[in-house]
């Protein structure tokens, strides 16, 4: 394999595909990354064999060729190189030289046979989404996945599209985030899966505010194609609570706020905050709001915000990273909150957006 690349496209491609690789595996080729030459590209693989991740590149192919190179050493090696135009050869005995015209390194790499295959999705029907749909749906609902590896089933989000629509649900047992969308296709028969967080990363990362997606569903395997990368993952087996049950119905007297006063109000009452002592306190009042923090030995804060609201006064208290997560994320200036009393969830719905959260009990 001979090639000559521009170094920022060059880094920009590993970029992509290492952020997958751990250094500390048991299996050395793990660390590595795969690049291949196909007519005048080259594809940079990456894999931690649940997930792995594919981006083309455009280089000027002299000889073509595939090797796996050490990711992290040859991420530094193309960094420091001192000029733009960089050549890439492969040698005997898998020995990769690296070279600029007043720079060379020389690297061991290993035979492509030895890199693991990563499936392909042949003859499957492929669904069409805007990545701008995808990637506001992704920012409403990843926040609420959950870290507990002793309820794995929620360690992901769920992916459901039934004809022309497309849901994706997240849940951590303490809060519910729901996002549906209408897809400009029908789709035949019922899509379901649970992709897993480390995927959703790496989809967030990469993900653009405009272009297509193309979503390939496989025998406990998923594909995301777009903008010459491409994202395959193992899912997650098993069934996905029925969400459904928990979300109430709406409520009349909706709390509308600026949805950035209110955040940068709790944002203020969470600095007081501490693992004993979470709970903000939001006191409902006509046309008024108290966000406050008291904590022993600590402090404590106090804030009032404008609100339109004609219910009954109430006093609830939540944990301020619940609030915070969802208010940073919406894009609406004024925003609605449901709370019917002080020991049931609150609720925040907006265009086809549901996000439920529990309250927590003031000390």
Do not use: W
């Not at 590209?41 to 796996?68: F, M, N, Q, R, W």
């Not at 992916?159 to 985030?177: E, P, W």
């Not at 600026?258 to 009452?269: D, Y």
């Not at 915070?324 to 086809?352: C, H, M, Q, Y």
């Amino acid at each position: 394999m001979k090639i000559n690349a521009e170094k920022e496209v060059l880094l920009s491609g590993i970029q992509t595909v290492q952020n997958i690789i751990t250094a500390k595996t048991a299996l050395p080729i793990l660390s590595n990354i795969l690049i291949e030459t196909q007519q005048d590209k080259l594809i940079l693989t990456g894999t931690d064999l649940d997930v792995g991740i594919s981006c083309v590149i455009p280089v000027d192919v002299e000889e073509h060729g595939a090797i796996s190179i050490p990711a992290k050493r040859f991420f530094e090696i193309i960094k420091e190189l001192p000029a733009n135009k960089v050549n890439i050869n492969t040698k005997k005995n898998n020995l990769v030289t690296i070279e600029t015209d007043s720079c060379q390194f020389k690297i061991m790499g290993l035979a492509k046979e030895e890199f693991p295959k990563l499936p392909e999705f042949k003859d499957k029907e492929v669904i069409k989404l805007d990545q701008s749909v995808l990637k506001q749906a992704l920012s409403l609902t990843s926040f609420a996945v959950s870290f507990d590896e002793t309820r794995y089933i929620l360690n992901g989000i769920l992916f459901k599209i039934q004809k022309n629509n497309f849901t994706l649900v997240a849940t951590d047992g303490k809060r519910l985030a729901i996002m549906e969308k209408k897809l400009s296709q029908n789709i035949d028969k019922e899509v379901s899966c649970i992709v897993p967080v480390k995927t959703i990363h790496e989809l967030n990362r990469n993900l653009k505010e405009e272009g297509e997606l193309s979503l390939i569903l496989g025998n406990n395997q998923v594909f995301f194609g777009f903008g010459g990368i491409s994202i395959i993952s193992r899912l997650i087996e098993g069934e996905f609570p029925d969400y459904r049950q928990v979300v109430p119905g709406p409520c009349d007297n909706k709390i509308f706020v600026e949805r950035n006063l209110f955040l940068l109000a709790v944002r203020r009452a969470a600095l007081l905050a501490t693992p004993d002592y979470q709970a903000v306190k939001l006191e409902i009042f006509k046309n008024k709001m108290v966000v406050s923090k008291s904590t022993p030995d600590v402090g404590e804060s106090r804030e009032e915000l404008p609100i339109e609201y004609q219910g009954k006064e109430t006093v609830i208290g939540f944990n301020p990273a619940y609030l915070i997560d969802v208010l940073k994320n919406l894009n609406e200036e004024k925003i609605g909150l449901e709370i019917t009393d002080g020991e049931k969830p609150a609720v925040f719905r907006t265009n086809g957006y549901v996000y439920i959260v529990l309250p927590m009990r003031l000390s």
